[in-house]
């Protein structure tokens, strides 16, 4: 099921656009070995360094294990370690590293810090979270949703519920890829940017998604087959913490609202979670949150990255029995 085309960097889920299917089906496969104890070493002597300006404990971890678990290993830096920017370079970073590992993640507060290190870097970059998206995120929400609907994404309906951000670009994307009809509400000063709801709609052309984009809470969840909310305030947007809470107040993922949805609607959150905020406790810890499972489905949908990444089309071709240890080099791409 491999794609013959080259991924050389995930710097937006659009990067993966018609290859999420099979790597949503390698993530799968993956949990399932993972599960009954099998994962395989497919990624030895591999190393991967994590470049983090910003928080995280999902991110971070699931990237460590994911890497640990195929055999290779994880190298975390810190903001104060590389200080990327100011002690150097984005570029020069980029330029180095690729002398020492064989992927890099990177959160970053600004998606042109991302993109300009994947210009200079000769090895993968993964955008582990900027003010634009957060791909990796929205593969574990994906798979997260293929679990619970055996029949696939098509004639279901996500509802977004909050702010116009980061992983609201990377869903609208990665909907508009698989076929999943997405009905977003947020405040009008907070929509998704135009540029992305434009770039979905042309992956949308191929596979009929539809999104819909409103101010109503209760419009988008009406009927819908799962609930998804975020914080109302990101990484890097806490100046505006004062008036994001008032045009969020009513943006709340309750009972009440959950009550409006399908029958056996289930409620997303890509966490950390500001409880009593977007969403209450009872929903988060209920019997209809999934979220547990997303946080979980975080580190099957990293290993699929990393193998998708690092390992050649033959070799995954091959088959994880078939595959052969070894170590390669990192590609010169320029
Ligand atoms: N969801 C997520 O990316 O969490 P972290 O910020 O903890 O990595
Ligand atoms: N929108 C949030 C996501 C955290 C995982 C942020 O950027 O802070």
Known sequence: MAPDRALTDLLSISDLAEELGPLLEDAARLKTERRQGESRAT???????????????????????????????????????????????????????????????????????????????????????????????IVADLLTMRERWADGFHGRRLAWIGDGN????????????????????????????????????LLADRTGAEFQLSSSPEQAARGADALYTDVWVSMGDEAERAPRERAFAGYQVNAKLLGMAARDAFVLHDLPAHRGQEITDDVLDGPRSAAWDQAENRLHAAKAILER??????????????????RTRPRRRR
């Open 43 to 137: 990624l030895p002597g591999k190393n991967l360094a994590l470049i983090f300006e910003k928080p995280s404990a999902r991110t971070r971890t699931s990237f460590e294990v994911a890497i640990h678990d195929l055999g290779g290993h994880a190298i975390y830096l810190s903001p104060s370690d590389v200080q990327i920017g100011q002690r150097e370079s984005i570029g020069d970073v980029a330029r180095v590293l690729s002398r020492y590992v064989d992927a890099i993640a990177y959160r970053a507060f600004r998606h042109e810090s991302v993109v300009e290190l994947a210009r200079y870097a000769t090895v993968p970059v993964i955008n582990a979270l900027d003010d634009r998206e957060h791909p990796c995120q």
């Open 309 to 326: 990444l690092l390992l050649s089309a033959p070799e995954r071709e091959r088959g994880p029995r078939q595959r052969r240890h070894r």
């Open 166 to 201: 980061n992983v609201l670009h990377s869903l609208i994307l990665g909907c508009a890829a698989v076929g999943l009809d997405l009905s977003a509400a947020t405040p009008e000063a907070y929509r998704p940017r135009g540029e992305v709801v434009q770039a979905a709609r």
